[in-house]
């Protein structure tokens, strides 16, 4: 459905490094496919949200290809851009930051279905919508204005919104890590529900490991802009390859496991002691790599296929 081929984004630095460039995404590639939850794993300042930015033509790639249903898109077409608005949804953190509190529930679904000439009876729409996010009865939650509904169900509304616009991709940028605890599983669930019933395509972004093994059908993980491990959630979870996958998956909890849990640093990627040109001059994970060896900083290791797609891009397998 929706295709990235080796996206690029450089920008400009402002302040004391004006005039240099920093990458925040190096050449990614992704596919998501119809039914299917595809996640992009890694930490804050990896790049995930930027390329979301571009794959909903939020943004313009520096280098790189967005194809959607097999054809080539570009933001700068308008034709594209109108198209691509209702195919591909983004579905942000911030529930209330993202719907307009001024509007009660049902002037902010009819719009979208307005917008994307949606036919039948508009209040039987919107009260359909309601249900699918599992609002029910659709009728009590029309005439709701944001304070008077909690997170979860707020996002539910961000969900609804998203599919009025009746898309087949939907891109959730950590969808759920501003909502309590005891709801986040909930709303995944919607999610998988949405790929599996209904047959969209979905990629869900997220900075915890173990939400997209309990509900991804393929993991990619990224770090410092470069993808470093993809396939299925399954391989990628039980048998991970690189070394920040397998540091991600340490430190994350596990039900199956209970060991003591070792944060990771969080490593600010703007940050001035940070060279991200240095990171991708070889294996940006090298400086934290308890397996480092002399080459991970001189060259970017070359992209290692291992069974059913499973891939890892590390100097350690090609001994
Ligand atoms: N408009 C921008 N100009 C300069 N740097 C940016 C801009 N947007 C994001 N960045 C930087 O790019 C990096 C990646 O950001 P982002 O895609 O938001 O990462 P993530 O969503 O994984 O936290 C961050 O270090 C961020 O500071
Ligand atoms: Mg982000």
């Known amino acids: 459905m929706l295709e990235a081929v080796d996206i690029t ?29 595809v996640a992009l794993v890694g930490e804050s300042g990896s790049g995930k949200s930027t390329l979301a930015r571009i794959l909903t033509l939020g943004d313009e790639p520096s280098a790189g290809t967005i194809r959607l249903a097999g054809r080539e898109v570009s933001g700068r077409r ?28 049902r002037y902010i679904l009819s719009r979208p279905l307005r917008n994307f000439g949606v036919a039948g009876d508009l209040r039987q729409r919107i009260i359909e919508l309601l249900e699918r996010v599992n ?17 979860g169900q707020w996002q ?8 009025a616009a009746g898309p087949a991709v939907l891109i959730g940028d950590e969808p759920v890590s501003m909502l309590d605890v005891s709801i986040r ?10 790929c599996a019933q209904d ?3 979905m990629l869900y972004i997220t900075h915890d490991i173990a939400s997209a093994r309990y509900f991804a059908d393929e993991i990619n993980v990224i770090y410092a802009a470069r993808m470093v491990e993809g396939g299925p959630a399954e391989e990628v979870t039980q048998r991970p390859r690189h070394p920040y996958t397998q540091l991600l998956l340490e430190s994350s909890p596990d039900p199956d496991r209970d060991s003591e849990r070792t944060a990771l640093p969080i490593v ?5 002691s940070v060279d991200r040109e240095q990171e991708l001059a070889g294996c940006p994970f090298a400086a934290r790599c308890p397996h480092a060896m002399p080459v991970c900083t001189e060259k970017p290791p070359p992209r290692t296929t291992f069974t059913d797609g499973h891939w890892s891009r590390c100097w350690l397998h090609e001994e």
Not at 11 to 30: C, E, I, K, N, Y
Not at 135 to 151: A, I, R
Request: charged share 25%; hydrophobic share 45%.
């Open 9 to 37: 984004k450089r920008m400009p630095l402002h302040g004391r490094r004006h005039g240099q460039w920093f990458t925040a995404v190096d050449s990614a590639s992704l596919t998501l496919e119809a039914g299917k939850v």
């Open 78 to 105: 308008r034709a594209d851009r109108q198209a691509h608005f209702g195919q591909v949804q983004l579905i942000m953190q911030d529930p209330f930051a993202s719907l307009n509190q001024l509007h009660k529930v």
């Open 135 to 151: 609002l029910t009865p659709g009728e009590q939650y029309l005439d709701k204005y944001p304070h008077e509904l909690s997170g």
């Open 156 to 163: 539910r509304v961000a969900i609804a919104r998203a599919l």
């Open 185 to 194: 599983l909930d709303v995944l669930r919607l999610f998988a529900d949405l």
């Open 199 to 201: 047959g969209l395509a």
């Open 268 to 272: 600010d990627a703007a940050n001035e």
